[in-house]
Protein backbone atom coordinates (compact mmCIF):
# COMPACT_ATOMS: atom_id res chain seq x y z
CA UNK A 1 0.00 0.00 0.00
CA UNK A 2 1.36 2.96 -0.78
CA UNK A 3 1.17 6.04 1.63
CA UNK A 4 0.79 9.63 0.65
CA UNK A 5 0.81 12.75 2.27
CA UNK A 6 -0.55 16.10 1.14
CA UNK A 7 -0.41 19.06 2.88
CA UNK A 8 -2.48 21.82 2.37
CA UNK A 9 -6.10 22.11 2.03
CA UNK A 10 -6.68 24.84 -0.67
CA UNK A 11 -8.16 23.77 -4.11
CA UNK A 12 -4.63 22.51 -5.17
CA UNK A 13 -4.58 19.95 -2.56
CA UNK A 14 -7.90 19.18 -2.82
CA UNK A 15 -7.91 18.58 -5.97
CA UNK A 16 -4.83 16.14 -5.29
CA UNK A 17 -6.79 14.54 -2.57
CA UNK A 18 -9.70 13.79 -5.02
CA UNK A 19 -8.00 12.21 -7.72
CA UNK A 20 -6.16 9.67 -5.31
CA UNK A 21 -9.44 9.06 -4.18
CA UNK A 22 -10.95 8.45 -6.97
CA UNK A 23 -8.15 5.83 -8.26
CA UNK A 24 -8.44 4.47 -4.61
CA UNK A 25 -11.68 3.11 -5.28
CA UNK A 26 -10.90 2.00 -8.38
CA UNK A 27 -8.42 -0.36 -6.80
CA UNK A 28 -5.65 1.58 -6.99
CA UNK A 29 -3.00 0.00 -3.96
CA UNK A 30 -3.25 3.78 -1.99
CA UNK A 31 -4.12 5.58 1.10
CA UNK A 32 -3.96 9.22 1.64
CA UNK A 33 -3.71 11.83 4.36
CA UNK A 34 -4.21 15.57 4.32
CA UNK A 35 -2.84 17.87 6.52
CA UNK A 36 -4.07 21.48 6.80
CA UNK A 37 -3.57 24.10 9.12
CA UNK A 38 -6.45 25.78 9.33
CA UNK A 39 -9.61 24.21 11.15
CA UNK A 40 -11.51 24.53 7.74
CA UNK A 41 -10.60 23.29 4.30
CA UNK A 42 -10.50 25.31 0.89
CA UNK A 43 -7.54 28.13 2.05
CA UNK A 44 -8.50 31.62 0.26
CA UNK A 45 -11.84 29.94 -1.20
CA UNK A 46 -14.63 30.90 0.80
CA UNK A 47 -18.29 31.93 0.66
CA UNK A 48 -20.81 33.17 2.40
CA UNK A 49 -24.35 34.12 3.26
CA UNK A 50 -25.63 37.40 4.58
CA UNK A 51 -28.99 38.47 3.94
CA UNK A 52 -29.50 36.59 0.77
CA UNK A 53 -26.78 37.76 -0.68
CA UNK A 54 -23.68 35.01 -1.58
CA UNK A 55 -20.69 36.93 -0.95
CA UNK A 56 -16.88 35.01 -2.04
CA UNK A 57 -14.66 36.18 0.38
CA UNK A 58 -11.90 34.96 -2.19
CA UNK A 59 -12.36 33.96 -5.40
CA UNK A 60 -15.81 34.08 -7.00
CA UNK A 61 -15.52 32.50 -10.26
CA UNK A 62 -12.66 30.72 -12.90
CA UNK A 63 -11.71 31.14 -16.46
CA UNK A 64 -14.40 28.86 -18.58
CA UNK A 65 -11.54 28.70 -21.22
CA UNK A 66 -9.04 26.84 -18.65
CA UNK A 67 -10.76 23.57 -18.66
CA UNK A 68 -9.09 21.81 -15.47
CA UNK A 69 -11.80 23.16 -12.75
CA UNK A 70 -14.73 22.46 -14.96
CA UNK A 71 -13.70 19.09 -15.44
CA UNK A 72 -13.19 18.48 -11.71
CA UNK A 73 -16.17 19.67 -11.66
CA UNK A 74 -17.68 16.79 -14.21
CA UNK A 75 -15.68 14.21 -12.24
CA UNK A 76 -17.02 15.43 -9.03
CA UNK A 77 -20.58 14.61 -10.67
CA UNK A 78 -21.47 18.84 -9.77
CA UNK A 79 -21.50 19.41 -13.28
CA UNK A 80 -24.57 21.08 -13.51
CA UNK A 81 -24.24 23.20 -10.65
CA UNK A 82 -21.66 25.33 -12.82
CA UNK A 83 -23.28 29.10 -13.89
CA UNK A 84 -21.60 31.18 -16.28
CA UNK A 85 -21.21 35.02 -15.87
CA UNK A 86 -24.25 37.11 -17.08
CA UNK A 87 -22.18 38.32 -20.35
CA UNK A 88 -24.64 40.79 -21.48
CA UNK A 89 -24.12 43.31 -18.99
CA UNK A 90 -20.04 42.82 -19.39
CA UNK A 91 -18.65 46.12 -19.58
CA UNK A 92 -15.91 47.20 -17.19
CA UNK A 93 -15.07 50.68 -16.40
CA UNK A 94 -11.85 52.61 -16.02
CA UNK A 95 -11.21 55.40 -13.97
CA UNK A 96 -9.29 58.18 -15.77
CA UNK A 97 -8.93 61.30 -14.30
CA UNK A 98 -11.81 60.55 -11.75
CA UNK A 99 -14.35 59.62 -14.69
CA UNK A 100 -15.48 56.11 -15.15
CA UNK A 101 -14.96 55.01 -18.62
CA UNK A 102 -15.30 51.78 -20.75
CA UNK A 103 -13.27 50.03 -22.15
CA UNK A 104 -13.86 50.20 -25.86
CA UNK A 105 -15.95 47.02 -28.14
CA UNK A 106 -13.19 45.36 -29.57
CA UNK A 107 -10.67 45.50 -26.79
CA UNK A 108 -8.79 42.20 -26.06
CA UNK A 109 -7.39 42.23 -22.78
CA UNK A 110 -5.15 45.08 -23.59
CA UNK A 111 -5.24 45.08 -27.15
CA UNK A 112 -7.23 46.86 -29.40
CA UNK A 113 -9.06 45.13 -32.36
CA UNK A 114 -11.47 47.29 -33.65
CA UNK A 115 -11.05 50.78 -35.16
CA UNK A 116 -13.71 52.95 -34.73
CA UNK A 117 -14.25 52.16 -30.93
CA UNK A 118 -10.93 52.88 -30.47
CA UNK A 119 -10.39 55.76 -32.18
CA UNK A 120 -13.49 57.18 -30.42
CA UNK A 121 -12.79 56.22 -26.92
CA UNK A 122 -12.11 58.71 -23.96
CA UNK A 123 -9.46 55.87 -22.38
CA UNK A 124 -6.73 56.89 -24.22
CA UNK A 125 -4.98 60.14 -25.86
CA UNK A 126 -4.76 61.06 -29.76
CA UNK A 127 -1.01 60.07 -29.48
CA UNK A 128 -1.85 56.41 -27.74
CA UNK A 129 -4.41 55.85 -30.40
CA UNK A 130 -1.84 57.17 -32.87
CA UNK A 131 0.59 54.50 -31.60
CA UNK A 132 -2.04 51.84 -31.66
CA UNK A 133 -2.84 52.32 -35.40
CA UNK A 134 1.53 52.38 -35.89
CA UNK A 135 1.50 49.32 -33.50
CA UNK A 136 0.43 47.11 -36.46
CA UNK A 137 3.20 47.71 -38.72
CA UNK A 138 5.50 46.19 -36.21
CA UNK A 139 7.82 43.78 -37.57
CA UNK A 140 8.33 40.02 -35.51
CA UNK A 141 10.72 40.06 -33.03
CA UNK A 142 11.89 37.41 -30.82
CA UNK A 143 14.00 37.21 -27.01
CA UNK A 144 15.88 34.92 -25.62
CA UNK A 145 15.39 36.82 -22.23
CA UNK A 146 12.62 37.94 -20.14
CA UNK A 147 11.08 41.43 -19.22
CA UNK A 148 8.28 42.85 -17.56
CA UNK A 149 4.92 42.79 -18.93
CA UNK A 150 5.33 46.68 -18.20
CA UNK A 151 8.52 47.01 -20.88
CA UNK A 152 6.93 44.54 -23.27
CA UNK A 153 3.52 46.76 -23.28
CA UNK A 154 5.02 50.00 -23.08
CA UNK A 155 6.73 49.09 -26.52
CA UNK A 156 3.58 48.06 -28.36
CA UNK A 157 0.97 50.95 -27.42
CA UNK A 158 3.09 53.09 -24.74
CA UNK A 159 2.92 53.90 -20.72
CA UNK A 160 -0.77 54.85 -21.37
CA UNK A 161 -1.87 51.44 -22.05
CA UNK A 162 0.41 49.99 -19.19
CA UNK A 163 -1.00 52.65 -16.57
CA UNK A 164 -4.59 52.58 -17.74
CA UNK A 165 -5.17 48.89 -18.61
CA UNK A 166 -2.12 46.63 -18.08
CA UNK A 167 -1.28 47.28 -14.97
CA UNK A 168 -4.88 47.60 -13.25
CA UNK A 169 -5.69 44.39 -15.17
CA UNK A 170 -3.03 41.82 -14.23
CA UNK A 171 -3.09 43.74 -10.56
CA UNK A 172 -6.55 42.09 -10.56
CA UNK A 173 -5.74 38.83 -11.71
CA UNK A 174 -2.14 38.75 -9.64
CA UNK A 175 -2.50 41.85 -7.23
CA UNK A 176 1.04 42.53 -8.41
CA UNK A 177 1.70 45.76 -10.73
CA UNK A 178 2.77 44.88 -14.51
CA UNK A 179 6.34 46.56 -13.88
CA UNK A 180 7.61 43.49 -11.84
CA UNK A 181 5.71 40.80 -13.59
CA UNK A 182 7.22 38.91 -16.21
CA UNK A 183 6.03 39.09 -19.29
CA UNK A 184 6.50 35.42 -20.46
CA UNK A 185 5.53 33.97 -17.40
CA UNK A 186 1.96 36.22 -17.53
CA UNK A 187 1.57 37.08 -20.91
CA UNK A 188 2.89 34.29 -23.10
CA UNK A 189 0.14 34.02 -25.69
CA UNK A 190 1.20 37.97 -26.77
CA UNK A 191 5.15 37.07 -26.46
CA UNK A 192 4.15 34.33 -28.51
CA UNK A 193 2.02 36.96 -31.11
CA UNK A 194 5.22 39.14 -31.31
CA UNK A 195 7.64 36.43 -32.79
CA UNK A 196 5.15 35.40 -35.30
CA UNK A 197 3.21 38.27 -36.17
CA UNK A 198 5.17 41.60 -34.48
CA UNK A 199 1.84 43.27 -34.22
CA UNK A 200 -0.16 42.26 -31.15
CA UNK A 201 -3.52 43.70 -32.81
CA UNK A 202 -2.56 41.91 -36.04
CA UNK A 203 -2.13 38.61 -33.84
CA UNK A 204 -5.46 39.02 -32.34
CA UNK A 205 -7.21 39.52 -35.48
CA UNK A 206 -5.65 36.36 -36.61
CA UNK A 207 -6.78 34.43 -33.74
CA UNK A 208 -10.12 36.17 -34.01
CA UNK A 209 -11.14 35.20 -37.40
CA UNK A 210 -9.79 31.48 -36.81
CA UNK A 211 -11.89 31.30 -33.72
CA UNK A 212 -14.93 32.81 -36.27
CA UNK A 213 -14.69 29.88 -38.38
CA UNK A 214 -14.23 27.59 -35.58
CA UNK A 215 -17.70 28.78 -34.23
CA UNK A 216 -19.34 28.90 -37.71
CA UNK A 217 -18.50 24.98 -37.98
CA UNK A 218 -19.88 24.32 -34.59
CA UNK A 219 -23.30 22.62 -33.90
CA UNK A 220 -25.73 25.62 -33.34
CA UNK A 221 -26.14 25.00 -29.54
CA UNK A 222 -22.43 25.64 -29.08
CA UNK A 223 -22.54 29.42 -31.61
CA UNK A 224 -23.58 31.50 -28.61
CA UNK A 225 -19.66 31.08 -27.11
CA UNK A 226 -19.14 29.52 -23.34
CA UNK A 227 -18.99 32.56 -20.54
CA UNK A 228 -16.10 34.21 -19.73
CA UNK A 229 -16.10 33.16 -16.51
CA UNK A 230 -17.86 30.26 -14.59
CA UNK A 231 -18.63 29.03 -10.97
CA UNK A 232 -21.03 27.83 -8.71
CA UNK A 233 -24.47 28.00 -7.47
CA UNK A 234 -24.03 28.07 -4.36
CA UNK A 235 -20.58 29.66 -4.14
CA UNK A 236 -17.16 28.33 -4.89
CA UNK A 237 -17.11 26.93 -1.40
CA UNK A 238 -19.52 24.50 -3.32
CA UNK A 239 -16.52 22.59 -4.70
CA UNK A 240 -14.41 22.78 -1.70
CA UNK A 241 -17.75 21.37 0.17
CA UNK A 242 -18.00 18.87 -2.99
CA UNK A 243 -14.60 17.47 -3.05
CA UNK A 244 -14.42 17.23 1.08
CA UNK A 245 -17.85 15.00 0.80
CA UNK A 246 -15.96 12.42 -1.58
CA UNK A 247 -12.78 12.12 0.62
CA UNK A 248 -12.53 9.89 3.73
CA UNK A 249 -12.96 11.36 7.18
CA UNK A 250 -10.24 9.49 8.42
CA UNK A 251 -8.04 11.18 5.82
CA UNK A 252 -8.47 14.56 7.31
CA UNK A 253 -6.03 16.58 9.83
CA UNK A 254 -7.74 19.56 9.83
CA UNK A 255 -5.95 22.59 12.25
CA UNK A 256 -2.61 20.03 12.13
CA UNK A 257 0.09 22.67 10.88
CA UNK A 258 3.31 20.50 9.28
CA UNK A 259 6.59 21.09 10.96
CA UNK A 260 9.63 19.69 8.25
CA UNK A 261 9.56 17.03 6.10
CA UNK A 262 12.72 14.56 6.19
CA UNK A 263 14.21 12.56 3.51
CA UNK A 264 14.55 8.82 4.34
CA UNK A 265 16.16 5.84 2.71
CA UNK A 266 11.98 4.83 1.62
CA UNK A 267 10.11 7.93 1.49
CA UNK A 268 9.66 10.71 4.00
CA UNK A 269 9.26 11.36 7.50
CA UNK A 270 6.65 13.99 8.06
CA UNK A 271 6.72 16.25 11.54
CA UNK A 272 3.83 17.66 12.78
CA UNK A 273 3.86 21.51 14.49
CA UNK A 274 2.26 20.03 17.46
CA UNK A 275 4.71 17.33 17.68
CA UNK A 276 4.68 13.69 16.55
CA UNK A 277 5.47 12.02 13.22
CA UNK A 278 4.04 9.98 10.97
CA UNK A 279 6.13 8.23 7.80
CA UNK A 280 4.68 8.13 3.71
CA UNK A 281 6.06 7.19 0.51
CA UNK A 282 5.10 10.18 -1.03
CA UNK A 283 4.43 13.95 -0.12
CA UNK A 284 2.59 16.67 -2.06
CA UNK A 285 3.39 20.02 -0.53
CA UNK A 286 0.40 22.01 -1.75
CA UNK A 287 0.85 25.04 0.17
CA UNK A 288 2.20 28.23 -0.39
CA UNK A 289 5.79 28.33 -2.09
CA UNK A 290 7.34 29.95 1.38
CA UNK A 291 5.66 27.38 3.41
CA UNK A 292 7.01 24.45 1.09
CA UNK A 293 10.50 26.74 1.68
CA UNK A 294 10.26 26.26 4.84
CA UNK A 295 9.04 22.47 5.16
CA UNK A 296 12.29 21.59 3.11
CA UNK A 297 14.29 24.19 4.68
CA UNK A 298 16.74 20.76 6.06
CA UNK A 299 15.78 18.55 3.08
CA UNK A 300 16.57 20.65 -0.01
CA UNK A 301 18.23 23.89 1.17
CA UNK A 302 19.09 25.34 -2.48
CA UNK A 303 15.39 24.57 -3.50
CA UNK A 304 14.53 26.02 -0.45
CA UNK A 305 16.48 28.70 -1.09
CA UNK A 306 14.51 29.57 -4.59
CA UNK A 307 10.99 28.97 -3.32
CA UNK A 308 11.66 31.24 -0.97
CA UNK A 309 12.97 33.80 -3.71
CA UNK A 310 9.41 33.48 -5.09
CA UNK A 311 7.37 36.92 -3.53
CA UNK A 312 3.77 36.75 -2.58
CA UNK A 313 1.47 40.20 -2.11
CA UNK A 314 -1.55 40.46 0.12
CA UNK A 315 -5.07 41.38 -0.25
CA UNK A 316 -8.28 42.59 1.43
CA UNK A 317 -11.44 42.25 -0.21
CA UNK A 318 -14.89 44.02 1.01
CA UNK A 319 -18.16 43.09 0.33
CA UNK A 320 -20.64 45.71 0.90
CA UNK A 321 -24.72 44.61 0.29
CA UNK A 322 -27.12 47.54 -0.11
CA UNK A 323 -30.50 48.10 -1.26
CA UNK A 324 -31.41 48.94 -4.99
CA UNK A 325 -33.32 52.07 -3.86
CA UNK A 326 -30.10 53.38 -2.35
CA UNK A 327 -28.53 54.31 -5.68
CA UNK A 328 -30.01 57.05 -7.38
CA UNK A 329 -28.00 55.29 -10.61
CA UNK A 330 -28.37 51.88 -10.98
CA UNK A 331 -24.30 50.51 -11.39
CA UNK A 332 -23.86 49.37 -14.94
CA UNK A 333 -21.75 46.70 -16.06
CA UNK A 334 -19.59 43.82 -13.96
CA UNK A 335 -17.54 46.83 -12.62
CA UNK A 336 -14.41 49.15 -13.15
CA UNK A 337 -10.72 49.05 -12.35
CA UNK A 338 -8.47 51.75 -10.71
CA UNK A 339 -5.25 52.54 -11.94
CA UNK A 340 -2.45 53.47 -9.63
CA UNK A 341 -1.84 56.90 -11.08
CA UNK A 342 -5.64 58.12 -10.08
CA UNK A 343 -4.18 57.77 -6.14
CA UNK A 344 -6.78 55.80 -4.77
CA UNK A 345 -6.33 53.10 -2.94
CA UNK A 346 -9.04 50.48 -4.23
CA UNK A 347 -7.82 48.79 -6.79
CA UNK A 348 -11.61 47.68 -8.18
CA UNK A 349 -14.80 47.48 -7.38
CA UNK A 350 -17.13 44.57 -8.68
CA UNK A 351 -21.25 44.62 -9.27
CA UNK A 352 -21.77 41.45 -8.07
CA UNK A 353 -25.19 41.69 -8.91
CA UNK A 354 -24.34 42.05 -12.57
CA UNK A 355 -21.85 39.79 -12.80
CA UNK A 356 -23.51 37.16 -11.43
CA UNK A 357 -27.54 38.00 -10.61
CA UNK A 358 -28.48 34.91 -8.45
CA UNK A 359 -25.43 35.79 -6.04
CA UNK A 360 -28.21 39.25 -4.72
CA UNK A 361 -31.98 39.28 -4.48
CA UNK A 362 -33.64 41.17 -7.06
CA UNK A 363 -34.32 44.01 -4.07
CA UNK A 364 -30.38 44.05 -3.14
CA UNK A 365 -27.10 45.19 -4.62
CA UNK A 366 -23.78 43.60 -4.12
CA UNK A 367 -20.34 44.64 -4.14
CA UNK A 368 -16.99 43.62 -3.72
CA UNK A 369 -14.07 45.81 -3.60
CA UNK A 370 -10.27 44.89 -3.68
CA UNK A 371 -7.38 46.68 -2.17
CA UNK A 372 -3.89 45.79 -1.63
CA UNK A 373 -1.51 44.48 -3.77
CA UNK A 374 2.27 44.57 -4.25
CA UNK A 375 2.41 48.66 -3.80
CA UNK A 376 -0.16 48.83 -0.97
CA UNK A 377 0.66 45.79 1.34
CA UNK A 378 0.09 48.27 4.47
CA UNK A 379 -3.43 48.02 3.63
CA UNK A 380 -3.70 44.90 5.23
CA UNK A 381 -2.73 46.60 8.70
CA UNK A 382 -5.43 48.83 8.80
CA UNK A 383 -8.47 48.06 11.39
CA UNK A 384 -11.37 47.05 9.34
CA UNK A 385 -13.43 50.32 10.28
CA UNK A 386 -10.55 52.43 8.23
CA UNK A 387 -10.76 50.04 5.10
CA UNK A 388 -14.23 50.49 5.84
CA UNK A 389 -14.28 54.09 5.97
CA UNK A 390 -11.49 54.20 3.15
CA UNK A 391 -13.70 52.02 0.60
CA UNK A 392 -17.01 54.15 1.21
CA UNK A 393 -15.38 57.72 0.93
CA UNK A 394 -13.89 56.09 -2.61
CA UNK A 395 -17.43 54.78 -3.49
CA UNK A 396 -18.78 58.11 -2.92
CA UNK A 397 -15.93 59.89 -5.57
CA UNK A 398 -16.05 57.18 -7.92
CA UNK A 399 -19.73 56.04 -8.39
CA UNK A 400 -21.32 59.01 -6.23
CA UNK A 401 -22.48 56.27 -3.85
CA UNK A 402 -23.28 57.90 -0.54
CA UNK A 403 -25.52 55.60 0.94
CA UNK A 404 -24.46 53.65 4.30
CA UNK A 405 -24.39 49.87 3.44
CA UNK A 406 -26.54 47.52 4.96
CA UNK A 407 -23.83 45.58 5.78
CA UNK A 408 -20.18 44.62 5.34
CA UNK A 409 -17.57 42.48 5.72
CA UNK A 410 -13.92 42.91 5.25
CA UNK A 411 -11.35 39.70 4.29
CA UNK A 412 -7.64 39.53 5.10
CA UNK A 413 -5.87 37.25 2.50
CA UNK A 414 -2.00 37.82 3.99
CA UNK A 415 1.04 36.67 1.33
CA UNK A 416 -1.97 34.97 -0.57
CA UNK A 417 -1.12 35.50 -4.47
CA UNK A 418 2.52 34.00 -6.04
CA UNK A 419 3.73 37.02 -7.79
CA UNK A 420 5.43 35.93 -10.97
CA UNK A 421 8.08 38.08 -11.38
CA UNK A 422 10.77 38.83 -14.09
CA UNK A 423 12.66 35.61 -14.62
CA UNK A 424 9.82 33.41 -12.96
CA UNK A 425 10.08 30.65 -15.46
CA UNK A 426 13.96 30.17 -15.11
CA UNK A 427 12.83 30.00 -11.24
CA UNK A 428 10.48 27.43 -11.62
CA UNK A 429 12.83 25.10 -14.05
CA UNK A 430 15.48 25.17 -11.54
CA UNK A 431 12.65 24.40 -8.80
CA UNK A 432 11.67 21.34 -10.83
CA UNK A 433 15.75 20.49 -11.31
CA UNK A 434 16.05 20.40 -7.85
CA UNK A 435 13.32 18.87 -6.85
CA UNK A 436 13.67 16.01 -9.34
CA UNK A 437 16.65 15.44 -6.58
CA UNK A 438 14.17 14.49 -4.01
CA UNK A 439 12.61 11.49 -5.05
CA UNK A 440 8.90 11.09 -4.11
CA UNK A 441 8.24 14.89 -3.47
CA UNK A 442 5.59 16.51 -5.70
CA UNK A 443 4.84 20.15 -5.50
CA UNK A 444 1.13 22.04 -6.24
CA UNK A 445 -0.70 25.42 -5.88
CA UNK A 446 -0.49 28.73 -7.25
CA UNK A 447 3.32 29.66 -7.25
CA UNK A 448 4.66 27.72 -10.75
CA UNK A 449 2.63 27.77 -13.62
CA UNK A 450 -0.81 29.50 -13.01
CA UNK A 451 -2.74 31.19 -10.07
CA UNK A 452 -6.25 31.01 -11.05
CA UNK A 453 -8.33 28.30 -9.72
CA UNK A 454 -8.24 26.24 -12.89
CA UNK A 455 -4.46 26.10 -12.75
CA UNK A 456 -4.50 24.64 -9.36
CA UNK A 457 -6.70 22.22 -9.91
CA UNK A 458 -4.41 20.99 -12.48
CA UNK A 459 -1.20 21.46 -10.59
CA UNK A 460 -2.96 18.89 -7.76
CA UNK A 461 -4.26 16.72 -10.23
CA UNK A 462 -0.80 16.21 -11.40
CA UNK A 463 0.65 15.51 -8.29
CA UNK A 464 -1.76 12.98 -7.65
CA UNK A 465 -0.64 11.66 -10.86
CA UNK A 466 2.91 11.54 -10.12
CA UNK A 467 2.45 10.28 -6.74
CA UNK A 468 0.58 7.03 -8.20
CA UNK A 469 3.68 6.60 -10.50
CA UNK A 470 0.56 6.69 -13.40
CA UNK A 471 -1.51 9.16 -15.58
CA UNK A 472 -4.78 9.29 -14.40
CA UNK A 473 -7.21 8.49 -16.78
CA UNK A 474 -9.73 10.99 -17.99
CA UNK A 475 -12.97 9.35 -17.74
CA UNK A 476 -15.87 9.81 -14.98
CA UNK A 477 -15.17 6.99 -11.98
CA UNK A 478 -16.88 4.04 -11.71
CA UNK A 479 -19.12 4.30 -8.62
CA UNK A 480 -17.72 2.96 -5.63
C1 LIG B 1 -8.70 37.50 -2.86
C2 LIG B 1 -8.42 36.52 -3.96
C3 LIG B 1 -9.23 36.50 -5.08
C4 LIG B 1 -8.97 35.60 -6.11
N1 LIG B 1 -9.82 35.56 -7.18
C5 LIG B 1 -9.68 34.59 -8.10
C6 LIG B 1 -10.67 34.39 -9.10
O1 LIG B 1 -11.69 35.09 -9.13
N2 LIG B 1 -10.48 33.40 -10.00
C7 LIG B 1 -9.39 32.56 -9.96
O2 LIG B 1 -9.28 31.67 -10.81
N3 LIG B 1 -8.44 32.70 -9.00
C8 LIG B 1 -8.57 33.67 -8.07
N4 LIG B 1 -7.65 33.80 -7.07
C9 LIG B 1 -6.50 32.89 -7.05
C10 LIG B 1 -6.87 31.48 -6.57
O3 LIG B 1 -8.02 31.54 -5.77
C11 LIG B 1 -5.75 30.88 -5.75
O4 LIG B 1 -4.54 30.92 -6.48
C12 LIG B 1 -6.03 29.43 -5.36
O5 LIG B 1 -7.29 29.28 -4.77
C13 LIG B 1 -4.92 28.94 -4.44
O6 LIG B 1 -5.20 27.63 -4.03
P1 LIG B 1 -4.08 26.79 -3.30
O7 LIG B 1 -4.68 25.53 -2.82
O8 LIG B 1 -2.89 26.64 -4.17
O9 LIG B 1 -3.60 27.70 -2.09
P2 LIG B 1 -4.37 28.16 -0.78
O10 LIG B 1 -5.81 28.36 -1.04
O11 LIG B 1 -3.57 29.27 -0.22
O12 LIG B 1 -4.24 26.88 0.17
C14 LIG B 1 -3.04 26.53 0.82
C15 LIG B 1 -3.44 25.81 2.10
O13 LIG B 1 -2.25 25.37 2.76
C16 LIG B 1 -2.49 25.47 4.16
N5 LIG B 1 -1.20 25.47 4.85
C17 LIG B 1 -0.27 26.47 4.88
N6 LIG B 1 0.77 26.10 5.64
C18 LIG B 1 0.53 24.83 6.08
C19 LIG B 1 1.26 23.92 6.89
N7 LIG B 1 2.45 24.21 7.42
N8 LIG B 1 0.69 22.70 7.15
C20 LIG B 1 -0.53 22.39 6.64
N9 LIG B 1 -1.26 23.23 5.88
C21 LIG B 1 -0.73 24.44 5.59
C22 LIG B 1 -3.24 26.79 4.27
O14 LIG B 1 -3.93 26.90 5.50
C23 LIG B 1 -4.18 26.72 3.08
O15 LIG B 1 -5.42 26.13 3.40
C24 LIG B 1 -7.88 34.68 -6.02
C25 LIG B 1 -7.05 34.70 -4.88
C26 LIG B 1 -7.32 35.60 -3.86
C27 LIG B 1 -6.45 35.60 -2.63
Redesign the pocket.
Same mark, same amino acid.
Do not use: H, K
Given at each position: MKRIAI? $? $? $?????AAAFYLERERRRGAEVEYTL?? %??PR?????WSDRVEGCLI????? %???TEKPW &?NTLCRDLGIEDQIVGSNDDARKTFILVKGRLVPMPDGLMFMVPTKLLPTAFTSLFTWGTKLRMAGELMSRPRTTDGDESAAEFVARHYGEEVVDRLADPLLSG?Y?GDAASLSVKAVLPRFVEMESRYGSLSRGMLHARSRMKAAMAQAPASERRGKPL?SSMKDG?QQLVDAVAAQLSPQALRLS????ALQPRDDGWLLLK?GGGSETFDHVIA &???AY @?AA??LQEAGPRLAGILNGIPYSS %?V?VALGYDAGQFARQPEGFGFLVPWSEKKRMRACTYVHNKFPHRAPPEKRLLRV?LGGTRDQDVLSLADADILATVCRELEEIIGLHAEPRFTRV?R?NR &???QYSVGHLQRVAEVEGLRRELPGLSL????YKG? $? @????VR??RDAAAEALGAPLPAEAPASR
Open positions: I $G $G $GISGLFE %SALGGVMEAGPD %SFL &AVGFMTPVRQ &ATP @VAL %STFYW &AMAAGNAI $G @VPDCTG
